[in-house]
T-cell receptor, first 117, second 112 residues
Framework: GAVVSQHPSWVICKSGTSVKIECRSLDFQATTMFWYRQFPKQSLMLMATSNEGSKATYEQGVEKDKFLINHASLTLSTLTVTSAHPEDSSFYICSARDKAYSNQPQHFGDGTRLSIL | EDKVVQSPLSLVVHEGDTVTLNCSYE??????LLWYKQEKKAPTFLFML????IEKKSGRLSSILDKKELFSILNITATQTGDSAVYLC????????????FGKGTHLIIQP
């Protein structure tokens, strides 16, 4: 089955540092990948849609300069949280859809738990 | 703005019971409704529903969609402790936007 790998699974770092999270589709190609954020006891909220070879589309209220997205190949998207602060602490999950099967559901990575001290 | 409301938000039952989880929605342009199960990490896909009145079934789980009344239910029969999880309902819109809108989830606990 389709597998999405997300790395790292857990990050703890100091306030002010930048953190990069990778999302890879292991056995399929994904023109589009999605980044979600989940706060404790809350639902997944779509942050941005990552498009291979072009700029990401951000949801209202998500700062594009804060959350940098790069989708340089059909199997890799990265999310960089720049100058992270404690309020950025959250669970970040990516998903991807196989470009050959646009009607199929998205496949999710295992998520990255980000803790900013 | 698309909206997904799930109920109940939490539910505790005993092993062997049958549970029904609810999902109502508002959407401008509907493409599909999806159910996911989330344990500790990533959501795992359960069902995708696009047409009204057609039940999807997988083992002890089943789901159905009513596009006129704008809701879906997820049924789990003969529950087991391994069914304990958060069950998420999500909307996939039609048109250009493709990201999912999720409900808050139902936190289901199955007691032995």
């Amino acid at each position: 089955g389709a597998v999405v790998s997300q790395h790292p699974s857990w990050v703890i770092c100091k306030s002010g540092t930048s953190v990069k999270i990778e999302c890879r589709s292991l056995d399929f190609q994904a023109t589009t990948m999605f980044w979600y954020r989940q706060f404790p006891k809350q639902s997944l909220m779509l942050m941005a849609t990552s498009n291979e070879g072009s700029k990401a589309t951000y949801e209202q209220g998500v700062e594009k300069d804060k959350f940098l997205i790069n989708h340089a190949s059909l199997t890799l998207s990265t999310l960089t949280v720049t100058s992270a602060h404690p309020e950025d602490s959250s669970f970040y999950i990516c998903s991807a859809r196989d470009k050959a099967y646009s009607n199929q559901p998205q496949h999710f990575g295992d998520g990255t738990r980000l803790s900013i001290l | 703005e698309d909206k997904v409301v799930q109920s109940p938000l939490s539910l505790v039952v005993h092993e062997g019971d049958t549970v029904t989880l609810n999902c109502s929605y508002e959407v401008t342009n509907f493409r599909s409704l999806l159910w996911y199960k989330q344990e500790k990490k990533a959501p795992t896909f359960l069902f995708m529903l696009t047409s009204s009145g057609i039940e999807k079934k997988s083992g002890r789980l089943s789901s159905i969609l009513d596009k006129k009344e704008l809701f879906s239910i997820l049924n789990i029969t003969a529950t087991q402790t391994g069914d304990s999880a958060v069950y998420l309902c999500a909307l996939r819109p039609g048109g250009g936007a493709d990201g999912l809108t999720f409900g808050k989830g139902t936190h289901l606990i199955i007691q032995p």
